[in-house]
């Protein structure tokens, strides 16, 4: 029986021909298959459109994007910029004839830093006052001549010149030390201690001129003039007297005794 239907099959697929079997996906699985494919197409065509938006919003070119240039001797910026975060360079500076601007709502803040991210300088720049703390201030010249220079030990002005403009004048509250002190051309110079003594004192010797003007000396108590080691002249040239006082005596240019006294009066 077997052998008969075997027989009988063979005799069938002979007189049918040969079976072709069909590979692929038919129906709803293609479909799909096709929509996925059109789909990917169409995000592919939209990335690459918002890529393209993107690039030209940005000003991306092959020297840098937007504002910034890359350039050889490093990173140029163009216009306005803004940076949230700090800022590391080892040089900033503006266009050839164009200023620099700093801008910031409370303060900017410029610190030097050691290699131990240590601040050795800092200087803060706020709506109030500017700040700048650091062993030692110096402001120089364009020629590099020393203007002003303040440390912990002394404060030295390098100008030829110092003017204090202040209607009170400058309050010195320990000695000061210069060679010379006037005033303006046709103004008063007034040294005053309101509630304590004014001393001066120089090795070699204390000279005051009123070259145009009157010289005036005023005291509540006691004026005293006094040569310790020398002696005391006083020279009227108006009134042609020539006074000096020399050990217990006064004389006139006369060598004519006036006084024996320490102490004596002279009125004209």
Excluded at 48 to 74: H, P, Q, S, Y
Excluded at 254 to 263: G, R
């Amino acid at each position: 029986m077997p052998q008969e239907q075997y027989a009988h099959r063979s005799a069938m697929q002979s007189s049918e021909g040969p079976q072709v079997y069909k590979v692929g996906i038919y129906g709803w699985r293609k479909r799909c298959l096709y929509f996925f494919v059109l789909l990917l197409m169409i995000l592919i065509l939209v990335n690459l459109a918002m890529t393209i938006w993107i690039l030209k919003v940005m000003n991306f070119t092959i020297d840098g994007m937007g504002n910034l240039r890359i350039t050889e001797k490093g990173l140029k910026l163009e216009g306005d910029s803004e940076f949230l975060k700090p800022l590391y360079a080892k040089e900033i500076r503006s266009r050839l004839g164009n200023p620099l601007y700093f801008q910031s709502d409370r303060n900017v803040t410029v610190n030097i830093l050691n290699e131990k991210t240590k601040v050795l300088t800092r200087l803060v720049t706020g709506p109030q006052a500017v700040e700048a703390h650091s062993q030692k201030f110096e402001v120089k010249s364009l020629s590099g001549k020393l203007l002003f220079s303040a440390d912990d030990n002394e404060v030295v002005v390098g100008a030829e010149r110092l003017r204090v403009l202040g209607a009170e004048g400058t309050v010195f509250p320990k000695s000061i030390e210069t060679p010379s002190v006037r005033a303006d051309p046709f103004k008063e110079l007034r040294l005053e201690s309101p509630t304590r003594s004014l001393v001066m004192e120089a090795p070699k010797g204390i000279e005051i001129n009123a070259e145009a003007g009157n010289m005036e000396a005023t005291c509540r108590t006691e004026l005293r003039l006094e040569s310790k080691d020398g002696e005391e002249r006083w020279i009227f040239k108006a009134l042609g007297l020539h006074i000096h006082r020399e050990g217990g005596k006064v004389l006139n240019h006369n060598s004519t005794e006036l006084s024996q006294a320490p102490h004596f009066k002279l009125e004209v």
